[in-house]
């Protein structure tokens, strides 16, 4: 599979939805990010989480393997974004034993016209902006599912599910970059579904996550760290038979991403 396809379709653990919208609960119509491809969707979300403040300057980014694992493309391709990234000013190279890629500062309007002056890269970002809609769409879809499958899961799970939501959550709380906590967030909502033992609500779960999971932007680490608050409070309501709270806690969880996530910073621009 192409690069192009990973970006489009494939989540970063596992296959991605195919024919989604042609059955069940449909989500919205195909993205526009579906157009553009690996290289430039990598380039817009870093160009969007520095330009919408999610990143700050001088922050230090992912290794391209780590980018390239929480992107779902290859480290070619991850490679080859840092690399535009860098020539446009938005991220800056330093080699050696104490070097990475890091956060140029908040992109210029000398940046800006450089990746839209990029063609692909420019409409990607567009594709981005268009698919708000989209995005709020999966997140509602996304908190009901959740929700659901958190209340079965409350009587459903067994022990061992609830040492590994319990492992994951101390993997997010170690993690060193956005790239780490996102691999681990991730195992953790999939383990929630499985645990809810209802294996077709549980699929569509994860089709509707991995749609929403191509939308998602680099954060500063410091704000994953305190939402993982939430995610602890979750296992305790599981860990108690508490079929209203953890209903609660992963609709609320879920639905903060209309404000945390890049739509809902487009949105306060707005």
Known sequence: MTDEGAAHG????GVGPSG????????PALGAIRRTSAVDTVRARIWLGVTLGMLSPGQRLPTPAETARA????????????RLLDAEGVVTRVRGASGGTFVAGAPT???GA?????GTAGAALDAYREDAARVHALIDQR??????????????????????LAECVGRMDAARDWAEFREADAAFHDTLAAAAHAPGAAELHRRVSYELYEY???????????????????????????????SRLAAAHVAELHDSMYVGRLDAER
Request: charged fraction near 20%; avoid cysteine.
């Open 20 to 27: 989604v919208g042609s059955h069940g609960l449909e989500s």
């Open 10 to 13: 494939v989540g970063s653990y």
């Open 114 to 118: 450089a990746l839209a002056a990029a």
């Open 71 to 82: 992107f779902a493309v290859s480290e070619m391709t991850a490679r080859r974004a840092y």
């Open 216 to 246: 998602f932007i680099p954060y500063r680490l410091e704000y994953l760290k305190r939402s993982n608050a939430e995610h602890l409070l979750l296992v305790e309501a599981l860990t108690n038979v508490d079929a209203a709270e953890a």
């Open 143 to 164: 908190a009901v599912l959740e929700a659901g499958l958190a209340a079965l899961a409350s009587s459903a799970r067994t022990d061992a599910e609830l040492g590994a």
């Open 109 to 111: 309007a000398a940046s």
